[in-house]
T-cell receptor, first 115, second 114 residues
């Protein structure tokens, strides 16, 4: 079945630095990928929709300059948290839709801790 | 607008007891419906999904769910819970066509008593 690889699985960074998270569809092409954020004991909240070859669509309240999304190929989307601060610490999960078959596939998530 | 409601934030059941987790959705058309499980610090694992056809869907780990259009529900069930089933469960809805995202319920945390 469809597999989405997300890397890294966890990262600790210093406040003010930037962190890049990768989301790859391993055995299918994904023209659209989604980035979610999950706070402890809460549900997943959509941050943005990543479209291959075009600008991402951000949800209301999500700072596009802080959360940079690049979807340069049909199998890779990246989320860069710029100038990270402790309040950006969270669990970030990507998903992709395989248009050959119904359904969405999720990455394993990235635990970001900003110290 | 599409939305998903999981009325129960936290459920505790005894090991071996039956389980039902509730999920109600609001959607303009026939949606795709999903149940995911998440263990602490882990990603999401798909338990089962409904697209069309038989309204009783079998999933992994002995779970099943029934789609009831008249009630806009997609409740998850398991006849006998195991201690390893303790986790967070999310119901989600997604479009049948297009590139729109999935929307998740708030989640139900399952605790299993020995």
């Amino acid at each position: 079945g469809a597999v989405v690889s997300q890397h890294p699985s966890w990262v600790i960074c210093k406040s003010g630095t930037s962190v890049k998270i990768e989301c790859r569809s391993l055995d299918f092409q994904a023209t659209t990928m989604f980035w979610y954020r999950q706070f402890p004991k809460q549900s997943l909240m959509l941050m943005a929709t990543s479209n291959e070859g075009s600008k991402a669509t951000y949800e209301q309240g999500v700072e596009k300059d802080k959360f940079l999304i690049n979807h340069a190929s049909l199998t890779l989307s990246t989320l860069t948290v710029t100038s990270a601060h402790p309040e950006d610490s969270s669990f970030y999960i990507c998903s992709a839709r395989d248009h050959e078959s119904p359904g969405y596939t999720f990455g394993s998530g990235t635990r970001l801790t900003v110290v | 607008a599409q939305s998903v409601t999981q009325p129960d934030i936290h459920i505790t059941v005894s090991e071996g007891a039956s389980l039902e987790l509730r999920c109600n959705y609001s959607y303009g058309a026939t949606p795709y419906l999903f149940w995911y499980v998440q263990s602490p610090g882990q990603g999401l694992q798909l338990l089962l999904k409904y697209f069309s056809g038989d309204t009783l869907v079998q999933g992994i780990k002995g779970f099943e769910a029934e789609f009831k259009r008249s009630q806009s529900s997609f409740n998850l069930r398991k006849p006998s819970v195991h201690w390893s089933d303790a986790a967070e469960y999310f119901c989600a809805v997604g479009p049948q066509r297009g590139n729109n995202d999935m929307r998740f319920g708030a989640g139900t945390r399952l605790t299993v008593k020995p």
